[in-house]
C-alpha cells in the first residue's frame, strides 16, 4: 500500500539550533515529492518539492531536503531554526510522471515547537 | 492577486443537516481537490476534478458530494450521511501537468 511515515510527531528545538524532519514513504516507482508548511488554522503552503534530478533540493525559509531512493527518505533541514518557524509540517508524495495532478498522499504531520 | 478562496471560514450546522463549503480559484488551473485534515492524521483526499463536468471518489468521498460546472468552482456538500463530519476542510487546485498543488486557508466546520 502507498504511505507516507512521519515518525516525529511533535519535535521540539531550541531557536538558532538545526533542525531534521523524518519523512519516509511506501510507493511502487519513485513519486514526486514535497514539504508543505501549515501555520494554525492556515492552509498549507509549499516548502519544497523533488521531481527529478538533484537528490538535494533547496526550498524556502532556509529549507531543504534531500531524497535517498535507497532509504525511500526525503528528509526536511534547516541549519538554524528561526521562532517562526514553529508550525506543522507535511510530508506528501505524489504519481509520477504528468498523467496526474496533485493527488497527494500526506504523512501524519510533525509540529515542530522552538524554545526561546 | 491569483488565489484559491474558501468561504466560509467557519461553519457550524445541526446533525442531519447537508452543508456545502465553497472554493473558488482564479489561477486557470484545470485540476481542483478537497482533502479533509483531522488532528494526527494528516489530510485525506476526498474528491478531486482534473477537468470540468468530471470528478472522481477519493480515499474517503463516503457521505460527500461535489461538482464541477465551471473551471473556477468546486464546491463540496457534506450531506447528512457523513458519519463524523467535524473536521477542517482544505481546496486545492493544481495545473494540469504538474503535480504541485496550491491550497486555500481551509474552513473548518462544526457539527453540532
Known amino acids: 500500500a502507498q504511505s507516507v511515515t512521519q515518525p516525529d510527531i511533535h519535535i521540539t528545538v531550541s531557536e538558532g539550533a538545526s533542525l531534521e524532519l523524518r519523512c519516509n514513504y511506501s510507493y511502487g516507482a519513485t513519486p514526486y515529492l514535497f514539504w508543505y508548511v501549515q501555520s494554525p488554522g492556515q492552509g498549507l503552503q509549499l516548502l519544497l518539492k523533488y521531481f527529478s534530478g538533484d537528490t538535494l533540493v533547496q526550498g524556502i525559509k532556509g529549507f531543504e531536503a534531500e531524497f535517498k531512493r535507497s532509504q525511500s527518505s526525503f528528509n526536511l533541514r534547516k541549519p538554524s531554526v528561526h521562532w517562526s518557524d514553529a508550525a506543522e509540517y507535511f510530508c506528501a508524495v505524489g504519481p509520477p510522471g504528468s498523467s496526474n495532478t496533485g493527488k497527494l498522499i500526506f504523512g501524519q504531520g510533525t509540529t515542530l515547537q522552538v524554545k526561546p | 492577486d491569483g488565489g484559491i478562496t474558501q468561504s466560509p471560514k467557519y461553519l457550524f450546522r445541526k446533525e442531519g443537516q447537508n452543508v456545502t463549503l465553497s472554493c473558488e480559484q482564479n489561477?486557470?488551473?484545470?485540476?481542483m481537490y478537497w482533502y479533509r485534515q483531522d488532528p494526527g492524521q494528516g489530510l485525506r483526499l476526498i474528491y478531486y476534478?482534473?477537468?470540468?463536468?468530471?470528478?472522481q471518489k477519493g480515499d474517503i468521498a463516503e457521505g460527500y458530494s461535489v461538482s464541477r460546472e465551471k473551471k473556477e468552482s468546486f464546491p463540496l456538500t457534506v450531506t447528512s450521511a457523513q458519519k463524523n463530519p467535524t473536521a477542517f476542510y482544505l481546496c486545492a487546485s493544481s495545473p494540469k501537468w504538474n503535480t504541485e498543488a496550491f491550497f486555500g486557508q481551509g474552513t473548518r466546520l462544526t457539527v453540532v
Open positions: 476534478s482534473q477537468i470540468v463536468n468530471d470528478f
Open positions: 489561477l486557470n488551473h484545470d485540476a
